[in-house]
């Protein structure tokens, strides 16, 4: 409406707020949806947190763990140049590859040596062999003609003694004295040949001495062919040394040879990181009493966030860290300080792993938590 000076009064638009209306406003009651909302997730809070403490009360975990496994170090027992390198870094090989090969010549001759030696000593073996078997036949005969020889030099001086005497019993003017004097002779010679033949005899008497020492022969000899023998397995030995074959299936690792290099025997040449792996974790000696061998454990691996490995508790090592390092610690000297001992414990993996990957890299880091 317009008043009387032609104005709009906008006054009338807006009713005036009474003192009744600011009492109906301060009595309307607040919503308590909020505080309904806050209470049901303090109530799920709390029992979520029972829960995972009932559930993880027996776990114990360590972040002091890492891949673990069977590393081959590989070292030349022989000295010589590397003629031959048929593995590079990473590069995986089979059991009884040839991995490299050093310079085998002064080896080679070595055997080639022993080779003639043992043919030498067979020959002389046999030709002992022979003179062995002459003499089990040659012995005997000896001795039988020995025997025949003494029988006939008796029976000849037995001849000129009669006939010595013969002329010796005759008138002298029967007999000429060219006569005697070679009956005489003879009789002598007789002698003679009976005292030879009697010493041919005692030698050919010794029958099994002889054959004895034909014996003695063939052992020494047999014994030289068994010495020929070992001498070229040393030889074959020591010339496989100059050729470096896996013993394992597994990966190439820390090469620091190259074709050409020369090595004395003993030199580490690489590592053959083995398929076999298992994870070494360092538990605290008061998580012990929380695990047991057979026990389930779950792994991270912080390399492979996205792989869970799932294993068991296989073996715990009896002994701390502490105890085996090259200088233990001595604790009845000084002061004495208490330190929480780490207590190594093998943890073999049991699923997991990925069907790309087969073994992992050794010394990564791995968090496992051991279940009760």
């Given at each position: 409406m317009a008043n009387e000076n032609g104005q709009t009064?906008?006054?009338?638009?807006?009713?005036?707020?009474?003192?009744?209306?600011?009492?109906?406003?301060?009595?309307?009651?607040?919503?308590?949806?909020?505080?309904?909302?806050?209470?049901?997730?303090?109530?799920?809070?709390?029992?979520?947190?029972?829960?995972?403490?009932?559930?993880?009360?027996?776990?114990?975990?360590?972040?002091?763990?890492?891949?673990?496994?069977?590393?081959?170090?590989?070292?030349?027992?022989?000295?010589?140049?590397v003629t031959a390198l048929y593995v590079n870094d990473n590069s995986y090989v089979h059991k009884g590859d040839l991995l490299a090969v050093v310079d085998p010549r002064a080896n080679e001759a070595q055997l080639a040596q022993a080779q003639a030696n043992l043919q030498l000593a067979n020959a002389n073996l046999t030709a002992a062999q022979v003179n062995l078997r002459e003499e089990q036949v040659r012995a005997p005969a000896q001795l039988e003609t020995a025997q025949a020889q003494l029988a006939q030099a008796k029976a000849q001086l037995l001849d000129a003694q009669r006939n010595y005497r013969r002329q010796l019993s005759v008138d002298q003017r029967a007999t000429a004295q060219t006569d005697i004097d070679q009956s005489n002779t003879q009789l002598a010679s007789a002698e003679a040949q009976v005292k030879q033949a009697d010493a041919n005899l005692k030698t050919a008497s010794l029958v099994q001495d002889n054959i004895d020492t034909a014996q003695q022969q063939v052992a020494q000899r047999e014994a030289d062919v068994a010495q020929a023998q070992a001498n070229l397995r040393a030889a074959k030995t020591a010339l496989s040394y100059n050729y470096i074959r896996a013993p394992q299936d597994g990966w190439i690792t820390k090469r620091n040879v190259q074709l050409g290099t020369y090595l004395q025997a003993g030199t580490?040449?690489?590592?053959?990181?083995?398929?076999?792996?298992?994870?070494?974790?360092?538990?605290?000696?008061?998580?012990?009493?929380?695990?047991?061998?057979?026990?389930?454990?779950?792994?991270?691996?912080?390399?492979?966030?996205?792989?869970?490995?799932?294993?068991?508790?296989?073996?715990?090592?009896?002994?701390?860290?502490?105890?085996?390092?090259?200088?233990?610690?001595?604790?009845?000297?000084?002061?004495?300080?208490?330190?929480?001992?780490?207590?190594?414990?093998?943890?073999?993996?049991?699923?997991?792993?990925?069907?790309?990957?087969?073994?992992?890299?050794?010394?990564?880091?791995?968090?496992?938590?051991?279940?009760?």
């Open positions: 009064d906008q006054g009338q638009d807006k009713p005036a707020p009474t003192q009744q209306n600011d009492a109906n406003t301060e009595q309307k009651p607040r919503s308590k949806l909020p505080l309904i909302i806050a209470g049901i997730l303090l109530v799920v809070v709390v029992i979520a947190g029972i829960i995972y403490w009932l559930a993880t009360m027996g776990e114990v975990s360590t972040d002091d763990a890492y891949t673990d496994g069977n590393a081959v170090s590989m070292a030349t027992n022989t000295s010589g140049y580490q040449i690489f590592y053959i990181v083995t398929k076999d792996f298992w994870v070494t974790a360092n538990f605290k000696e008061t998580q012990l009493a929380h695990m047991k061998i057979g026990d389930k454990v779950t792994m991270g691996i912080d390399a492979y966030p996205s792989i869970t490995l799932h294993g068991h508790v296989q073996s715990i090592q009896q002994g701390s860290g502490a105890v085996f390092t090259a200088f233990p610690a001595e604790n009845a000297t000084g002061n004495f300080v208490k330190i929480v001992r780490r207590v190594p414990v093998k943890i073999v993996i049991d699923s997991g792993m990925p069907a790309n990957m087969s073994v992992l890299p050794y010394g990564i880091s791995v968090t496992p938590t051991v279940h009760e």
